[in-house]
């Protein structure tokens, strides 16, 4: 039986805001490309040029259209990867002790000379968060990417997920969860940051912040008319914000 991950020193992981994520999809982009380059083996491809092509992704962004009770239909965006969980199935189920849980800063990852390629820890994941490389032919999943964070080659201001690095609206954030100051748990406290599918009980490190009301997050709300109801129209609209400003 593998062992039971242990107790570890840092809580590395992600913070991400629903709020502000955007779908552009540049999270993604930026994962694919540094890890192809940097991974050890390049992130598999198949047609990729084709009518059909498939690929191994580490992080992807789902869109969803909800529908609140008291409001509107609003798009939301969710990015999903690795939630390096603490108590996290993936590990517990590898026969082989290729997935594993890093003492000194709670990532996940996957020592790929001792992976089979079983899946089973795919099938363990509740979060569909592991990918099997068809052309490898082992598993992969997201490192946060610990070949950037602890790379001193690099500028202190690049050592972070490139996820994070590249993200334009800035709703990826990086850090130490076991430290009650950092700036990911300042804002999961602060926004109420939420577990994915609690209820599976693998406490996840990563957390996500729920989208706001509308009335939260519009500062100028208040000092605006809507664009309809302005004569002038849009420039008629920001004429006005100027002028309340």
């Not at 490309?33 to 198949?46: C, I, K, M, R």
Request: with cysteine.
């Amino acid at each position: 039986m593998t062992d039971l991950p242990a107790k570890t020193d840092r809580k590395l992981g992600l913070v991400i805001d629903l709020d502000t994520c955007v779908g552009c999809h540049a999270c993604v982009i930026s994962c694919k490309g540094w890890n192809t380059e940097n991974y050890g083996v390049p992130l598999g491809d198949a047609d990729a040029y084709g009518a059909a092509p498939s690929g191994t992704f580490l992080n992807r962004v789902h869109t969803y259209e909800v529908t609140p009770k008291d409001g509107p239909a609003q798009t939301v965006h969710f990015p999903k990867s690795c939630l390096h969980c603490e108590d996290a199935p993936c590990v517990t189920v590898c026969p082989t002790g290729a997935s594993y849980k890093r003492a000194e800063d709670g990532i996940v990852l996957v020592n790929e000379d001792a992976c089979i390629g079983c899946s089973l820890c795919a099938w363990a994941c509740p979060y569909g968060a592991r990918e099997l490389d068809q052309v490898a032919g082992v598993m992969k999943k997201c490192t946060l990417c610990v070949d950037r964070i602890y790379n001193e080659n690099l500028p202190e201001e690049d050592r972070e997920p490139a996820c994070v690095r590249t993200c334009p609206a800035g709703a990826r954030h990086f850090g130490d969860f076991a430290d009650p100051d950092s700036n990911v748990s300042r804002l999961s406290a602060e926004r109420g940051g939420m577990d994915l599918m609690p209820e599976q009980g693998t406490r996840p490190v990563n957390k996500y912040l729920p989208p706001r009301p509308k009335e939260q997050i519009d500062v100028l709300a208040p000092l605006l008319e809507p664009v309809a109801e302005t004569p002038s129209g849009l420039l008629g609209w920001l004429d006005k914000a100027l002028e309340k400003l």
